[in-house]
């Protein structure tokens, strides 16, 4: 992954995508205003259904042309 910038904000915007291959849940979201997916097969695309609406810090990359999501964890409101 390239290009990894960490971001503070809500995570607004929680689309459900298609499923990867394996059957893992992807994720289409915002966070300040960058719009992210998860990756195929990561931990995140179950995780990040619990942090909508929350305050987070993320940490956003560049894989295959996409900004995809490489760390998330909530902060205090």
Known sequence: ????????????????????RNGNPRFSFTIDGYTAVTGVDAMQGYEIQNLEGKSCVAELGTHRGRT????????AA
């Open 68 to 75: 995809t999501l490489q760390s998330i964890k909530e902060i």
């Open 1 to 20: 992954m390239k290009n990894i910038t960490r971001h503070t904000g809500k995570v607004e915007q929680l689309t459900r995508m298609d499923s990867s």
